[in-house]
Nanobody, 125 residues
């Protein structure tokens, strides 16, 4: 019943931009913290950052500082990740996750309740 769907990935050249979307159904969206994670080939999945119930954003992967922007549009049950100045090292499968009701600011994988299927981002040099 709960569905988490990412979209917006693709192939871009270094320096380009993409906007990822994560649309959630089956949840009261504005009562759940959300997060973006990514996984490069042959690497573990790591957190990019998370947003609290109220929209406060914390970035944990500091390689994206100044380049990636989180936002959430609660009326559309959608979390966005605006990615600018993309680099080849940003190439990864990007996953959206929604946290359990009691979790707000942990931004750790074990607290994610529902995951999307991922959207691929490939950045060429």
């Amino acid at each position: 019943q709960v569905q988490v769907v990412e979209s917006g990935g693709g192939f871009v050249q270094a320096g380009g931009s993409l906007r990822l979307s994560c649309t959630v159904s089956g949840l009261t969206f504005d009562r759940h913290a959300m997060g973006w994670f990514r996984q490069a080939p042959d690497n573990e999945r790591v957190r990019v950052g998370c947003t609290t119930f109220s929209g406060t954003v914390t970035i944990y992967d500091h390689s994206v500082d100044g380049r990636f922007t989180f936002s959430r549009y609660n009326a559309r049950n959608t979390l966005y990740l605006q990615m600018n100045s993309l680099k080849p090292e940003d190439t990864a499968m990007y996953y959206c996750g929604t946290f359990r009701d009691v979790v707000d600011g942990s931004c750790i994988e074990r607290d994610v309740e529902y995951w999307g299927q991922g959207t691929q981002v490939t950045v060429s040099s």
